[in-house]
């Protein structure tokens, strides 16, 4: 069965320092989103990504993060200078098409700012 | 602002016991989707419900749908130790688009075996 990928599993990077999340979603998949979880609570939205382009982004989803699909596969999540509340997993996830669609979610990333 | 309410946020239960949580929003949802998430591992889903009072079942779990979109449960007879996890229920953004999912705080359950 298709999964979402993610790398690295792992991050640790020091506050300040620019990080590059990388996702490899389902191949026939057309959304693309980005998802935070701080350890022990919920799920966040951070970020959609449809047709090249953002379709819609949350308030945390500020000036510091960014989103690239730079090329057939991959879509990365950049976070220009770290905080340390930044600090969470970080989930890929895509569907097939819109909100009536389930989305498939990646292993996820867990990013540590020291 | 639009919130998803989960209730309760943890359930200790004995194996072969039932297990209810309840999601309520705050707004009607277009849809209800429910994830679940084992220990140290990434939200899968489970099911989504679109019409109003639509119930699914899926082996031992029973998935509804409020009357008036706004509320779900989901209910595990006989519980097992591999139904431990977080389960989590969202629903779109009202007025979002391209699934901006709103999570609830999700109800962590715990089986003793």
């Known amino acids: 069965e298709p999964e979402v990928t993610q790398t690295p599993s792992h991050q640790v990077t020091q506050m300040g320092q620019e990080v590059i999340l990388r996702c490899v979603p389902i191949?026939?998949?057309?959304?693309f989103y980005w998802y935070r979880q701080i350890l022990g609570q919920k799920v966040e939205f951070l970020v959609s990504?449809?047709?090249?382009?953002?379709?819609?982004k949350s308030e945390i989803f500020d000036d510091q993060f960014s989103v690239e699909r730079p090329d057939g596969s991959n879509f990365t999540l950049k976070i220009r200078s770290t905080k340390l509340e930044d600090s969470a997993m970080y989930f890929c996830?895509?569907?097939?098409?819109?909100?009536?669609?389930?989305?498939?979610f990646g292993p996820g990333t867990r990013l540590t700012v020291t | 602002g639009q919130q998803v309410m989960q209730i309760p946020q943890y359930q200790h239960v004995q194996e072969g016991e039932d297990f209810t949580t309840y999601c309520n929003s705050s707004t009607t949802l277009s849809n209800i989707q429910w994830y679940k998430q084992r220990p140290g591992g990434h939200p899968v889903f489970l099911i989504q419900?679109?019409?109003?009072?639509e119930v699914k079942k899926q082996k031992r779990l029973t998935f509804q749908f409020g009357e008036a979109k706004k509320n779900s449960s989901l209910h595990i007879t006989a519980t097992q130790t591999t139904d431990v996890g977080t389960y989590f229920c969202?629903?779109?953004?009202?007025?979002?688009?391209?699934?901006?999912?709103?999570f609830g705080k999700g109800t962590k359950l715990s089986v003793k075996p």
């Open positions: 969202a629903g779109p953004r009202y007025g979002g688009s391209q699934g901006n999912l709103i």
């Open positions: 419900l679109v019409k109003s009072g």
């Open positions: 191949s026939n998949h057309l959304y």
């Open positions: 990504f449809y047709n090249n382009e953002i379709s819609e």
């Open positions: 996830a895509s569907s097939r098409a819109g909100p009536k669609y389930e989305q498939y």
